[in-house]
């Protein structure tokens, strides 16, 4: 039977399953628009901008371990995607972006809204595809779900002229990928492993770094198993948060420039590191030659060329982490590192985080501690980029995978509320809380609109202090606090909101804080409060640019330094 190219792609993402895509339609994909309501099993959501469209892509992707879809029309449409494609690529997340081109006889020629969108995004995609040949459109789908969701996800493009879509084709779909050039490795060396074994029995002070790869990789059980046989201490990275349960006595938090005090300690003190998942990003280690001066490094991540990028690796094992940590953990005695224990212990109880206000002063700390004790830990959260980034990561306890969603590698402020979206959509019976900073939520608060359209009841949490708060924080701590292009000014969030239909709240005391949050969880649909918290608090523990791990700032002490 013959089908045209839409139809040929609509029936494609129904074979590879997908059931939402978030797109903005444009000339060059009307036929494609037009084909979509024969195919009820594909929702469409509109979102208000391209880039919310990647975003809500990215976070569908990561709270349902599903490949998101986004779709948007040739030139600015395409070039709209670039930044949530970017996003997705760096934090290794599975989308599928597929855009429209101009016919196939006017590329080349300049012509309306055409761009070369395979060459831009070359570099910040797992790979992309044009599409010249209808009779290839459904291998090429069912390559790029496949390259997507296999070895380190991330990002495909697909770009399909307009004639494409209208061209008829007899449909076909292949059941297998045939790619020669690709094969991941999924199973890790033996000997690696029984190195890895060895080391870990030998080692006093072991230490495990867990990072989002073992999440992608369905390993949280295996870690687990990992570190209680052991009795390994887990710190974990920013996006690792919730690979492990942060109510489990052996987790000591999140290392990095705004990580613990005490995890940074154990990195410091560590005689073994076992990483896992991760990629040993700058915000981690900080300065390199000074990470884990005293520790023998065991890599374990499916990615080679992440091994050995960053810091020395002692025993890289390149596999999936799943399947290493199975065979790993049937190769180890049970042991007990008590001492060490006993030592990060007392690290975690002499430098706790510091929540402590005067008076009535509305701290951005208290309101996410608030948030996590209304929700009992069970909500999911995502952040955008800066100080809510990470006083969310610091205050809330995080128990299950995934129930933190955040941009990570390409720092992108406006990701959390199409990102919220996403996350609703994937997983509609979580309670979903978007933490938003002022300036950040302006980037992408017109899908405030898409929410409403959707009745998505997406909860919002404005930390609102008037400033870009984390490059404020910067120049107050290292460029003599001359707060050049950092005040903001903010409209009335709640008017906005309600402008939507979405009610809304200002909340500035404290006392108000508990009661704005349960009303806006009994709430059943989107709620948006507005806390207007301390201008100037900053992000503590904090190490420098430059320093290593062990040279933390913590929080000042009232009355000293």
């Given amino acids: ?209 867990a990072g989002r790869g073992i999440m992608i990789s369905g390993a949280c059980e295996e870690l687990a198993a990992l570190a209680r046989a052991q009795q390994i201490p887990v710190v974990t990275t920013l996006l690792g948060i919730g690979c492990f349960p942060e109510g489990d006595e052996l987790s000591f938090g999140m290392l990095g420039m705004h990580g613990m005090a005490y995890a940074n300690m154990a990195v410091s003190q560590a005689d073994l590191i076992i990483a896992i998942g991760m990629r040993f990003d700058d915000r981690a280690t900080g300065r390199v030659n000074g990470f884990a001066p005293n520790a023998r490094i065991v890599h374990i991540d499916i990615d080679p060329a992440e091994i050995g990028k960053n810091v020395r690796v002692d025993l890289p094992i390149v596999g999936d982490v799943g399947a290493v940590l199975k065979v790993l953990n049937k190769q180890l005695e049970p042991a007990k590192n008590m001492a060490w224990f006993r030592q990060l212990d007392d690290w975690r109880r002499k430098h706790p985080l510091d929540t402590d206000g005067e008076g009535d002063v509305l701290l951005p700390q208290y309101v996410i501690e608030k948030i996590d004790e209304v929700t009992k830990g069970e909500a999911t959260i995502v952040t955008g980029v800066g100080q809510n980034q990470m006083w969310s990561a610091q205050h809330y306890c995080y128990n299950r995978p995934n129930s933190l969603v955040s941009s990570g590698g390409l720092g992108t402020m406006g990701f959390e509320l199409p990102a919220a979206l996403g996350a609703k959509i994937g997983r509609p019976q979580d309670t979903v809380w978007c933490i938003a900073g002022d300036g950040g939520f302006q980037m992408t608060l017109q899908e405030l609109g898409t929410i409403a359209q959707e009745q998505a009841a997406v909860k919002v949490a404005i930390l609102n202090n008037g400033y870009l708060g984390m490059v404020r924080q910067w120049q107050e701590m290292f460029y003599g606090k001359r707060y050049v292009a950092t005040p903001i000014t903010c409209p009335d969030f709640t008017k906005i909101a309600e402008a939507y239909c979405i009610p809304a709240l200002n909340v500035k005391t404290r006392e108000e804080v508990v009661p704005a949050i349960k009303k806006a969880m009994a709430e059943p649909g989107p709620f948006l409060i507005n806390f207007q918290v301390e201008p100037e608090e900053n992000v503590y523990p904090m190490v420098a640019p430059g320093a290593a791990l062990d040279e933390v700032i913590e929080k000042p002490k009232k009355g000293g330094s």
Avoid: W
């Fill in 1 to 209: 039977m013959k089908l045209t190219g839409a139809q040929v792609l609509c029936q494609s993402l129904i074979e590879e399953g997908v059931e939402v895509i978030f797109g903005y339609p444009g000339g060059v994909v009307l036929p494609l628009y037009d084909t979509l309501p024969q195919y009820p099993q594909l929702r469409h959501i509109l979102v208000r901008h391209e880039q919310g469209a990647a975003h809500a892509a990215d976070g569908y992707a990561r709270v349902t371990g599903k490949v998101g879809v986004c779709l948007a029309t040739s030139g600015p449409g395409a070039t709209n995607l670039v930044t949530g494609v970017a996003n997705a690529f760096l934090d290794s997340s599975p989308v599928v972006a597929i855009t429209g081109q101009v016919a196939r006889h006017l590329i080349g020629r300049d012509a309306f809204q055409e761009i070369d969108i395979t060459g831009i995004t070359l570099p910040m995609t797992k790979h992309n595809y044009l599409v010249l040949d209808t009779g290839l459109l459904a291998r090429t789908v069912k390559e790029a779900f496949h390259l997507a969701r296999t070895g380190r996800p991330g990002p495909i493009l697909i770009d399909i002229p307009r004639d494409v879509f209208e061209e008829k084709v007899e449909f076909h779909y292949p059941s297998q990928v045939d790619l020669p050039g690709y094969k991941p490795t999924v199973t890790g060396n033996p000997l690696q492993i029984k190195r890895a074994a060895r080391l870990i029995a030998e080692a006093e002070k072991p230490l495990i770094l």
